[in-house]
């Protein structure tokens, strides 16, 4: 839990500006998101378990909504194909 802790102290500052949260396992951005949830920063999630049809309005919810400041993916959903211009890549 100390990366967690560490992960959400150097966001914030960095909270001007959306943040992308990488990871290769799922059971990794769990704990992340957790921490987040506890630091009260608002994330969505973008992994194998969203569906199909709805992984578009996550992206456009991200892209528009100024309180969601992160999103925690996976490199299997979102390595290929996902132009990004808004955010961090962390």
Known sequence: MTRILHLCLFLSPVLTCSSIVFS????SLDVVEVGLIQAGILCLRYDGKVPQR???????????DP?????LLTLACGAVGYANDTAYFF
């Not at 309180?67 to 999103?71: G, I, N, R, T, Y």
């Open 24 to 27: 290769t396992w799922r059971t």
């Open 67 to 71: 309180s969601v400041w992160v999103l």
């Open 54 to 64: 709805e992984r578009h309005s996550v992206v456009t919810r991200f892209r528009q």
